[in-house]
């Protein structure tokens, strides 16, 4: 079972959407906010990322300077700043030039000076319910991928590029499922990068020889009657040391984690699957439809007929 891909699944509310990006200095684009988590890859050139100011708690960043292949992963799809210099005043996305022979389509900017070119887009996740695998990112990720860093990661931005500068046969394809697969590739690496020796969250739990485990017994069976004790038993621990550990990395105890699966489960099956109610408490764990309606709605807000009603009018 991978974690990893099946929290991402039950938050995907479409396929990510993208654009080229083309500049030339001077140039600066400001980009607005968008719903789930926004990306940038430079195929070409450098340029600056300035995010733009957040209410109070929110976390600060600096300009980042982004080189050729740099990767910026912006986990609440901030509103931000690309430029070739951070002094270089915006203008706003939907004033620039668009060109839709490529693949994804091109957008232009700038006057015409040195050259720079990424690809922008976002991931449209669902930020209402975010799995805390996803909450527990920093707001804002930067892989540089040069120097023989991840060369997963660097091999699959080597290949967009490609596809992008050259579309052949196949590339309207190729370029929307290298985009899809590099959310997985960006998420991986940083997880990767966390230390050895880190004992909290997530990067801790997925390598975790106790609570990893556990974790994906939950994820391949959430109907199981899953308790404290037989989850601490198949992670080879105490009842009172398993829950100690799981809740110091995961964020939350482990009857709650269930739960909170079992309702993501759900939901993805209302919205996407044709099963009757019966069927999807029965795959959730729940003795029955009406204790299963009870849950959810105590969970969603609604019941839920409601809400599979709602998600596919949506």
Not at 42 to 47: D, E, I, N, W
Not at 66 to 91: C, E, K, N, Q, Y
């Amino acid at each position: 079972m991978d974690i990893l891909t099946e929290a991402l699944g039950s938050m995907r509310t479409a396929y990510p959407s993208s654009v080229r990006t083309e500049g030339r200095a001077p140039w600066a684009l400001r980009l607005p906010p968008v719903l789930g988590a926004g990306f940038h890859v430079v195929l070409y050139g450098t340029c600056w990322l300035l995010p733009l100011g957040a209410g109070d708690g929110a976390e600060r960043h600096e300009p980042v300077p982004l080189s050729p292949g740099d990767i910026v992963f912006l986990r609440d799809g901030g509103g931000h700043v690309l430029a070739d210099h951070p002094d270089t005043p915006p203008v706003d996305s939907h004033a620039c030039r668009v060109n839709d022979a490529s693949p994804i389509g091109t957008l232009a900017v700038g006057g015409d000076g040195a050259r720079t070119s990424l690809l922008c887009g976002n991931y449209h996740l669902d930020q209402g319910r975010p799995h805390p695998v996803v909450r527990q990112l920093p707001a804002l990720i930067h892989l540089p991928t040069r120097h023989g860093r991840h060369p997963e990661l660097a091999a699959a931005v080597q290949l967009l590029g490609t596809e992008l500068e050259n579309p052949r046969i196949g590339s309207a394809g190729i370029v929307p499922a290298l985009i899809d697969s590099l959310l997985l590739y960006i998420l991986r690496a940083w997880f990767e990068d966390q230390p050895a020796e880190t004992t909290a969250g997530w990067a801790a739990a997925l390598r975790d020889s106790a609570v990893a485990p556990a974790l994906t017994a939950i994820h391949e069976a959430p109907a199981t009657p899953w308790t404290v004790e037989s989850l601490a038993e198949r992670a080879g621990l105490s009842r009172a040391a398993f829950a100690r550990r799981f809740t110091s990395m995961v964020g939350e105890p482990p009857m709650a984690y269930l739960t909170r699966w079992r309702m993501t489960t759900a939901a993805r099956l209302l919205r996407e699957s044709e099963a009757p109610l019966t069927a999807v408490a029965a795959r959730t764990g729940y003795g029955s439809e009406y204790a299963f309606a009870k849950a959810f709605k105590r969970e969603f807000g609604q019941a839920p007929g409601g809400y599979r009603r709602e998600t596919r009018t949506a």
